[in-house]
């Protein structure tokens, strides 16, 4: 994959939460990775949405180093890239501030899969993470951010769950290419609005049972998968 | 009714329920049937519906034969085949996973008839499946889906209960034709949305009075009705 | 007011109650009342609003009888005319099934004045019907409806507290005019989705004082109001 | 700052908070403060969105007096004046009834920091004011509103703490200009949807740590601040 491909893909993935109404002024922030070079391609910090070009966008490498771009890169650069060293086969990070989802990292509670949507893109809850240490906090706050992501993940796959609430904060989502990761961020939103009514109807609501979970996950991922024109 | 108008009607059904912002992404599928020559005309599946056009439709027979069409139907079509195969006077079927109606269908809680809006489409609750076992699920699982669906009326009349939600699924809506069941499918959904506020507003909120209820529904529906022009 | 000047004035209400998302497909109905004349101009039943024209509205007497138009007029007429001959000052009536103010006619509890927005506009709770009998809804069923809400009235001022929740079903609003009372029906619909809120953040919400209340609504109506351009 | 260019960004402010969805019908004005000139111009009352000009704001002193202008200024200009006052370093004030914002201020509930989205731009919780004893509702009731918000901050900073909740009524937010006021009750109504929907879903959701709230603002506003461009 050419830079400017990756730089044309990452700006769409921008526009893609923005349209889908993810997106207050500036909150939030995609991200494009590719393997082969070990650059990583992100928003500016701050920079409206309606102004932005490709060649704004800031390219680093995976130290953060800032390979091209004359302005800063957004300040969640660093949880990006740790994603990105410890997620083997994500290529796409987006963080947004997206209503439903940042409630659910507000309340600290794991979204739980409900029904076949969840389901159909998710093969299991959508995890909150342990709350920060203060001196987390106080030093190196973006990187420690994604340690926190990468501990609450140790038992799970990052490809078959490709979303975290940060506890308090709101919601980081990923996939195999930034598009993805920006689809997924749509539909995690969906879920965590979907959620937020089920529970509020019946504060008993169930987990969907493990073996309809699977049967629509697997519909759509994998080798066994029969959704969709292939 | 020519194969011709069938297409356009359906293609129209599925623009109609993405118009009314039942649908994100490609979730959802509207058909159509003709009694008369046995077949059934879907969308194919995973096609998003800015693109669609009638020619891309797939055309079955009411086995799920491909009769026309080059794309694979929704894999939603045998859910369809067997509503069309059961339940007389049905002539389009309508799947979307609408917000609030889905909420309902994760909270496997029928949605009662609590208003005269309910009841001018309605003659009864709206009723949630018995969640289906894990072999019916393993095997031929969209059959299976609608064989619980035409379980669930086995006491009621599809045509005075237009609607179902699949337990932790999503609703399916059907009518005399796809119009029909795409106006339904938007109709489910502002009832779902009645329901949840009613009940966040009063937890006890009541049925409507069954007198209250079959005066609006054959206010519209029947020999005696006179709403509209007619 | 001359009879073309009325049916502009209630297809422009009509309009008004669509573009402010109070109406979905075609439920709802504006309509006109001029004293002088004793004409009432009211929406014709089941037409939809995109191809309404001022011709098509119908024009009766206080008594329901058709004085001009070919169509049949809303089913509701009968309520807005019972409305009209009872309550003085009153030149408009406007009803839909506005998503919030049903939810609480659904739930059959008065919507409480719980803030200076209310009482701006309204000064007092607004208040639901009592449910009618069987015979009631049997026969007349529409008449009995406007009588329903005319004995809810017996101690309010209409033009105090211009809206009324039919118990189950839906608003009816009005005003000294068809366009006041298509802004009263917006500011109704407002009214609910705030009380909806407030009541789901604080269960134990509590009126206005009325000292605070009656301030508000005076700042806007009768002689020692200020607020606007007089 | 000359007045055409104060005039201008009150325009736009008020334009804003109408484009971003906070204003039904007339509620709600923005004004802007020149400290140097020690001139305030504010929204006319009443006057529909729309059709406002530049030349239609009303432009007086700090005591209320007007300077330039047609059109009585809106009812509420005697709680801006009083907040110009009294806030040093405060040149904007925008009071509106956003739905959510509203809704808190009708539950008498502060809206307490649960979350980054809300550390980024308060220090702490949203405040409401104490009610108002008749006396002060009867006699100079905008005056007195005035007042007991700036009672409200007797311990709190009001650049850090950039809005009100007034009891019982609506909103106020204000800022280092117009544009920062209209910017902030944007973000108000926006904490407050966040907080309805994290308190509906864990009833005990608890408020954001100090040191992460401290960080999140910090991160934004003061000398160590370090996102955006700078």
New interface residues.
Partial sequence: MTLKALREEVLEANLEIVRRGLV????GNASGFDPDSGQCVIK????PYDVLTPDQLVVTDLNGTIVEGD??PS?DLATHLILYRNFPGVAGVVHT?S??A????????DIPC????HADYIRGPIPVTE??S?AD??HD?ELNTGHAIVRRFRELDPLETPAVLVS???PFCWGPSPTDAA?NA??VE?LA??????????AN??D??D??RD?HFL?KHGKEA?????
Same sequence: chains 1, 2, 3, 4.
């Fill in positions: 207050l002024y500036t909150f500016p910090s701050g920079v302005l800063r300040s501030h209503r439903h940042t409630a659910w990292a507000q309340a600290r509670r409900l029904g076949t949507t709350p920060m203060p906090i106080q706050y308090g904060h709101a689809h749509v539909i969906e609005h979907l959620a937020f009514l089920t529970f509020t109807i019946n609501a169930e969907l049972p073996h309809l049967k519909r029969y959704y969709g024109q292939r």
